[in-house]
């Protein structure tokens, strides 16, 4: 079972830039596809970019040249940075983790752009 917990969300100012991580234990994360997602509220859960075991990435269109996901398999840690956020960007931020499917969840961490 992977525990994953989100740090480094906060308040920033539009075209300010923010890394979120998330730090996995219970297992090593480098057999796992991994990704981050954002939800604002009465809205669905939305991915925003993903990362396989084999470092290749994929990114929602809406954050595609502003955001890259990172992983750190020595440390257990996944990585989103920002740049460039918009006010569109506030949403608690998951991240999450599996092998199919994502089967494992972080309890998520606020970006208020505003």
């Known amino acids: 079972h992977v525990q994953l917990v989100e740090s480094g969300g906060g308040l920033v100012q539009p075209g300010g830039s923010l890394r979120l991580s998330c730090v996995a234990s219970?297992?090593?994360?480098?057999?796992?596809?991994m990704g981050w997602f954002r939800q604002i509220p009465d809205k669905e859960r939305e991915g925003v970019a993903g990362?396989?075991?084999?470092?290749?990435?994929s990114y929602a269109d809406s954050v595609k040249g502003r955001f890259t996901i990172s992983r750190d398999n020595a440390k257990n840690t996944l990585y989103l940075q920002m740049n460039s956020l918009k006010t569109e960007d506030t949403a608690v931020y998951y991240c999450?983790?599996?092998?199919?499917?994502?089967?494992?969840w972080g309890q998520g961490t606020q970006v208020t752009v505003s």
């Open positions: 990362i396989e075991s084999d470092g290749s990435t």
């Open positions: 999450a983790a599996g092998g199919s499917w994502y089967e494992y």
């Open positions: 219970g297992d090593t994360i480098g057999r796992y596809c």
